[in-house]
């Protein structure tokens, strides 16, 4: 089950200040390098072994003008319905405002919990100021310093008790279930659309878990496959400055639960931050991703245009490539069936086992020929590898210093295993161990 964790609250209160302290450091530090930091207010956190989605909700509306409340009034809702718990945040500095009074106000409807955070509670005296917030009525006030951490544990304790247990893992009938995400206006509805009109094999609407999450089965070209939230791929914010909000929250809950992502990217506007932090995310949970670049039909095109396209855009997803990339038009129907072939493959590439002794075999090869570099003088010797039983190829390496071998040399491995195994648009994961 998808746990999405929202952060709601009037401007200035610390939003932000709390999701940057519970997303993965080491996240942060990735991402800087590939520049994806702007214009990011959603990442992967996990507490007590418990992981989820954070999303800081306020940085998708800005300015002030009479929009502004509207806008944030919707954004409220689509939290509400979209997220499995609501953080509440207020400020102690300041105390209880007339805006935080209307938040209030919409939340109190909500059926998901809400919890009410008071943040900037940095000291003792902020910390009793924080009980002016019972006056909201909606139960227990949680101080916190997002600034300096003080009852941040405390807090999340409380919100991961509220998440759903994880399902049991029941070996289900082996289909796979596709996200299709990608920015607004990418081609999404046009590209489900097309599905289900070409193909009239379509089995049934499962109503998911979910209210208004819908997923399609579909049989087409002799595979059957799910293409999940179909209906959110349909709905639309009703304010402007809320559609990449909405669109976020919706592939956030799309990716986690599928195998294989399509992404569609709008060729005529190129690869932008929102795609990135997108195909990040479908990585980061283990999904098979694609890469469909739509629209190719406007784009003005000689026979090197495909390549150069393909060259700048691998450049731009360096870390995250071997992903298939293929080039498509939704309106004049152009590799409709590849993309539907491919993220198939995708997906039984992603559940293959490679048989242990085929593994030893190749790859010890491999290593013997450029073996790890020595630590400190300490000779490092994997002795064997196999892949571990996952939802998602998981390879150990054993050797005898685990902690000695450095982030590159993993990357060289990874690269040998694809160039043996395959593997394409597969997230791979890789251990070692001590033996
Ligand atoms: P947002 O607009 O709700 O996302 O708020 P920000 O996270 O941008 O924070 C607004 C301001 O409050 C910034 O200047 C922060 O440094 C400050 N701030 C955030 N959390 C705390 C806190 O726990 N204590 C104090 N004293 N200041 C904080
Ligand atoms: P969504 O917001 O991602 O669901 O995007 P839509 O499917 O609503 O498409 C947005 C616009 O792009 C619509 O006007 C579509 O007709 C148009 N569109 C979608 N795919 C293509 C394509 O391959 N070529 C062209 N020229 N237009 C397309």
Not at 234 to 261: L, W
Not at 289 to 314: P, Q
Not at 331 to 349: C, M, N, P, S, W
Not at 403 to 425: C, D, P, Q, S, V
Request: aromatic share 8%; charged share 30%; hydrophobic share 40%.
């Amino acid at each position: 089950m998808a746990n999405i964790v929202a952060i709601v609250g009037r401007p200035n209160v610390g939003k932000s200040t709390l999701f940057n302290r519970l997303i993965e450091q080491r996240e942060a530090i990735m991402d800087d390098v590939s520049g994806v930091t702007r214009d990011r207010h959603y990442g992967k956190a996990e507490w007590i072994g418990k992981p989820f989605t954070v999303i800081d909700t306020g940085g998708y509306v800005v300015g002030s003008d009479d929009k502004y409340e509207e806008a944030i009034r919707e954004q409220v809702n689509i939290a509400i319905e979209e997220a499995s718990i609501i953080l509440f945040m207020v400020d102690c500095n300041t105390g209880l405002t007339d805006l935080d009074k209307d938040f209030a106000k919409i939340l109190r409807r909500s059926k998901k919990p809400v919890l009410i955070v008071a943040n900037k509670a940095d000291n003792t005296e902020r910390m009793h100021a924080s009980a002016e917030f019972y006056e909201l009525g909606m139960g227990e006030v949680h101080a916190i310093s997002s600034a300096n951490g003080t009852g941040t544990g405390d807090l999340l304790d409380i919100t991961v008790s509220h998440f759903d247990e994880p399902e049991e893992e029941v070996e289900e009938e082996e289909i796979p279930r596709i996200a299709v995400v990608g920015r607004p206006n990418a081609g999404k509805s046009s590209f489900v659309n097309t599905l289900l009109n070409q193909n009239r094999s379509i089995v049934t609407d499962e109503a998911g878990t979910t209210r208004d999450s819908v997923d399609a089965h579909y049989t087409a070209y002799g595979k059957s496959f799910i293409l999940t939230d179909t209906a959110g791929i349909r709905k639309k914010a009703k304010v402007s400055e809320n559609i990449e909000f909405y669109s976020v929250m919706r592939a956030i809950k799309s990716i986690e639960h599928s195998d294989v992502c399509i992404v569609i990217v709008d060729a005529t506007r190129g690869l932008e931050a929102q795609d990135l932090n997108i195909i990040h995310l479908a990585k980061k949970n283990n999904k098979g991703i694609l890469l469909m670049i739509n629209k190719w039909d406007l784009v003005e095109k000689d026979s090197r245009t495909a390549d150069t396209f393909e060259k700048a855009l691998r450049e731009k997803l360096s870390g995250i490539d071997h992903l298939p990339i293929i080039f498509t038009s939704v309106l004049t129907k152009q590799r409709i069936f590849k993309v539907i072939e491919k993220a198939i493959e995708v997906y039984e590439d992603k559940t293959k086992k490679i048989p242990t002794s085929q593994l030893n075999d190749i790859l010890l090869k491999e290593i013997e020929r450029t073996p790890p570099p020595s630590y400190r003088g300490k000779h490092i010797k994997i002795k064997y590898i196999t892949q571990l039983p996952s939802k998602s190829p998981v390879f150990a390496f054993f050797c005898n210093h685990p902690k000695h071998i450095k982030e590159a040399y993993l990357r060289f491995l990874e690269n040998k295993i694809r160039k043996h195994f395959g593997f394409e648009g597969v997230p791979l994961r890789i251990f070692f161990r001590k033996k």
